[in-house]
């Protein structure tokens, strides 16, 4: 046999275990995800059997409330606020990750290369060699992942950057829903403030009413301190509504990603309370499977750590690689890669565990335990979810009918409080009559004031509640901070 032909068989009996490793690549161990069935209600508990019911229209649902500056904020908080921009950092984390995740898929190739001087020991002659010598080389490996832990690794990655991606949408969404709500309670402290002012201009007048009836001997100087004193009451009000004011401006400069007084000048004209278009259609309860941003990413945990199983057992199993390397060596630059200068060598490598004292047997056992809290992790979040929702139900509908009651109640004690003055001024009536009249009327209107705010922040909260947020575009390509000098340079004086 020539040997060209017992390379040929060498090389046969090498290659012959290293395909069938190839092929075994496609293996893989763990359990594969399969998404989770929950039983779900048919319909919310409100609703009509009988009835279909319509799918929620969440898009872009902050519009309905006919608010030109609350949609303007909408658009400036996705914009710029902080815990956006935190969330879409999270995601290019993500992605580097799957990226760096799907390379252990791949071979990877080192270069090298060295050039010496060197100086050989004397010989016996007395003389001593000085010489150059010149190395060049690659080396690579490739791990041939037999039971799939990369590819499980990989798996895991992705669905970590499905759940970064579900993450920002939750954060989107509360963040539009707590623009919502806060401008709400800002325009209904508004309008209970212009509301506290007009009431004790109207009490002051009574009070100065008073003050001249006393002056003709028909009221007493007690009647004009009764009278004064309710003005006084009312007036008290005011700081506090302001105060309150103010940290809802606060609140939603800093939610835009401003400093906390930045709107103050722009929201100092008032303006109506946010009404909602009412009723609006729910759909059916499974529909927060697919809506809710809470409950999709808890389910891509729940897959992401399904995976992770399949990463721990395959460590239990053995692991092959292929590694080679060529290399050309010369005591001349220019006799580097001839022939009688290089040398290779190329080959698997087996590694199989034997004992670890049960080390990766617990490690199984640790994301199996893991898979299971993320698992109950999503059915509590769709239980939450459900919840919600029924509960901004509930509220919505009831809202509705205080509010109905509060604005006849706050018309019949305007009437009152208008027939009581007129009887007062004829004096027909006692002072105390009227001070409850007018303290009546303004705790009925001040009630109504906040059952309007109740109502729009009601809707603002079924709304989350059935996963309506943003649905525009938000670019997380984008870094925060642009280095400008990365590459290779002379170190400078760190900035103290």
């Known amino acids: 046999m020539t040997g060209l032909e017992r390379g040929s068989v060498a090389a046969g009996r090498l290659l012959a275990p290293m395909l069938t490793a190839v092929l075994l690549a496609g293996c893989v161990v763990g359990p594969d995800y399969q998404a989770p069935m929950l039983a779900m209600p048919a319909n919310w508990s409100g609703q009509k059997s009988m009835k279909p019911a319509q799918p929620a229209q969440l898009s872009r649902w902050w519009q309905r409330l006919r608010d030109p500056e609350l949609n303007t904020l909408v658009d400036e908080a996705v914009a710029g606020n902080l815990d956006v921009a935190t969330a879409k950092a999270r995601i290019r984390e993500a992605r580097a990750t799957y990226r760096q995740s799907a390379g ?25 060699a000085t010489y150059n010598e010149y190395q060049a080389g690659f080396d690579a490996s490739w791990e041939l992942d037999l039971f799939g832990g990369n590819r499980r690794g990989v798996e895991a990655a992705r669905y970590g950057l499905d759940a970064s991606q579900e993450e920002l949408r939750s954060t989107l969404l509360t963040l539009v829903g707590d623009v919502a709500s806060t401008y709400a309670q800002a325009r209904g402290y508004q309008a209970r403030i212009a509301l506290a002012r007009r009431s004790a201009v109207s009490q002051r007048q009574t009070a100065e009413l008073t003050r001249t009836m006393a002056q ?38 800093v939610l835009t990603g401003r400093p906390p007084a930045a709107l103050s000048d722009r929201l100092k004209r008032g303006a109506p ?3 909602p278009r009412l009723p609006i259609p729910t759909g059916i309860p499974a529909d927060i499977l697919l809506s ?31 590694t080679g390397d060529i290399s050309t060596a010369a005591l001349k630059l220019g006799d580097l890669g001839k022939n009688s200068s290089i040398g290779w060598s190329f080959g698997p490598t087996l590694s199989v ?26 059915r509590s979040s769709v ?47 006692s002072l105390l009559d009227v001070l409850d009249a007018q303290r009546s009327l303004y705790s009925a209107e001040d009630s109504l004031l ?3 705010v109740l109502l729009a922040t009601n809707y603002i909260a079924l709304n989350k509640a059935l996963g309506g947020g943003w649905d525009g575009a938000v670019n997380s390509a984008k870094p925060e901070i642009v280095e400008v000098k990365t590459g290779p340079r002379l170190a400078s004086k760190p900035a103290s």
């Open 383 to 429: 239980l939450t979810a459900l919840e919600d929702v029924e509960n901004a139900l509930v509220l919505l509908a009831q809202e509705r009918i205080r509010i109905g009651k509060l604005a006849s109640s706050a018309k019949s004690y305007g009437e009152a409080a208008s027939l009581e003055g007129t009887l007062y001024k004829a004096g027909e009536t």
């Open 104 to 128: 252990t898929l791949l071979p990877s190739v080192d270069g090298s290369g060295s050039a010496t001087r060197n100086k050989s020991a004397e010989t016996t002659s007395g003389s001593d």
């Open 353 to 378: 565990p034997v004992f670890n004292a049960g080390q990766l047997q617990a490690a199984v056992e640790v994301a199996k335990a893991q898979r299971d809290q993320y698992f109950i992790a999503y």
């Open 292 to 322: 809710r941003p809470d409950v999709r990413m808890a389910e891509r945990q729940y897959a992401q750590y399904t995976a992770k199983i399949g990463q721990a057992e395959a460590a239990r199993y053995p692991s092959v690689s292929l």
């Open 450 to 452: 906040q059952s309007r």
């Open 273 to 275: 309370i946010p009404t």
């Open 216 to 253: 003709a001997g028909t009221a007493t100087a007690a009647d004009v301190a009764k009278a004064m004193g309710q003005a006084s009451s009312t007036e008290a009000a005011v700081p506090t509504l302001e105060a309150s004011y103010t940290q809802a401006v606060h609140r939603l400069s």
